[in-house]
């Protein structure tokens, strides 16, 4: 009986503890599932909030102004239009002064050639600005100055250049280059009358002292002259050139053209019968061809080269019995012009030199 009993009881301890197992294995799943649930719907959640922010952003991109470029100013529009009249127009409602927007009206008026319209603008634009300013500004000028006169050298147009100058000197009176350019512009056209008076502008200046001489020397010159000389030549010796000398108005000789000779030399014996020529010779050494050679410094008077009139010329007289013409005509005499060989028509082209000027500071 005892033993019936413990059977029983043992079951039911074995079916009781089966069932809370089953229970305790329901709750779990059912446990289970409502948190993989609760984590899709927190997913889906998370992903709608994502498309709201992207739709926000979208609609905030579309209703937010687009940059814009900033807009170019009236006069830098004119400027790119190559519009001269309205650049300057809007150039003097600029306060203050904006001298880098003066500079580029002026590249405008110089691609334009319009030159007296240039220098005009810049002296005027150069009142009321500072000192550095100002400094710069009349750098550019003398740039300009010296551009444009390069440019109408090369074309020839000398009364233009005059012309030029004539304003300059009227804006800078204190400027000597100025004058100096007018004089020398006024003689290229033929006018040595204003090229004369100009030249007063500068014969007080020390600064420009060798220049004023060698003006003075080809108005001068260009007064007996002219612009040009032309003196027959004869060829001998295939690229040699003969030119034929008038010495001391009684000497007739034929002197070869040697512009590698830096002085003029004539054989001591043609000038033997020249009364009272060697009494203030001095002695000296020439470097030859055949090596170094004594000869005699003098100073011949009257020279004539066809149309070409000389007060006086300096030689070396010297023995040259293996040269078989009468001497050279060195650079002494040649360098005192502007000179050609025209070859084709036998000619020496003789004008009044051109004189090298250093550009202002």
């Known amino acids: 009986m005892k033993r019936t009993v413990s059977y029983f009881v043992?079951?039911?301890l074995g079916l009781f503890v089966g069932w809370l197992g089953q229970q305790f294995l329901i709750s779990y799943n059912s446990l289970d599932t409502s948190s993989t649930a609760s984590q899709s719907l927190s997913r889906q959640y998370q992903r709608?909030?994502?498309?709201?922010n992207q739709t926000l952003t979208l609609s905030q991109i579309k209703q937010s102004p687009v940059a814009e470029e900033?807009?170019?100013s009236p006069f830098l529009q004119a400027i790119n239009l190559k519009n001269i009249d309205l650049a300057l127009e809007h150039l003097t409602q600029l306060e203050p002064q904006n001298l880098d927007h003066a500079l580029l009206l002026a590249g405008l008026l110089y691609e334009q050639e319009r030159y007296e319209f240039l220098f005009s603008f810049l002296y005027d634009y150069m009142y009321g600005l500072d000192a550095k300013s100002e400094q710069r500004l009349q750098s550019e000028i003398n740039r300009y100055v010296e551009q444009v006169d390069i440019k109408l050298g090369e074309e020839e147009d000398y009364e233009q250049l005059a012309s030029l100058y004539r304003q300059l000197s009227s804006y800078q009176a204190e400027n000597t280059f100025y004058y100096l350019r007018l004089s020398y512009w006024s003689l290229q056209s033929g006018n040595t009358f204003e090229a004369t008076q100009s030249l007063l502008g500068a014969i007080n200046d020390i600064g420009f002292v060798k220049e004023t001489r060698e003006l003075q020397d080809a108005i001068e010159l260009y007064e007996k002259v002219g612009p040009q000389i032309e003196i027959p030549l004869r060829a001998v010796d295939g690229d040699h050139y003969l030119v034929n000398v008038e010495l001391e108005g009684e000497v007739s000789l034929e002197l070869m053209i040697d512009t590698g000779a830096s002085k003029t030399v004539v054989k001591k014996s043609l000038l033997a019968g020249v009364a009272g020529l060697l009494d203030d010779a001095l002695s000296m050494q020439m470097n030859t061809a055949n090596g170094r050679?004594?000869?005699?410094a003098v100073r011949l008077s009257k020279i004539n080269i066809a149309k070409l009139h000389l007060d006086y010329l300096d030689v070396v007289l010297m023995e040259l019995p293996k040269f078989k013409y009468d001497g050279l005509l060195g650079?002494?005499?040649?360098s005192q012009f502007d000179f050609k060989i025209d070859q084709e028509n036998l000619v020496l082209k003789l004008s009044p030199k051109k004189i090298i000027f250093s550009s202002p500071n």
Request: charged letters at 10%; a neutral charge; aromatic letters at 6%.
């Open 10 to 12: 043992a079951l039911f």
């Open 48 to 52: 709608l909030n994502d498309l709201k």
């Open 331 to 334: 650079m002494n005499l040649l």
């Open 293 to 296: 050679a004594q000869g005699l």
């Open 70 to 72: 900033p807009a170019i």
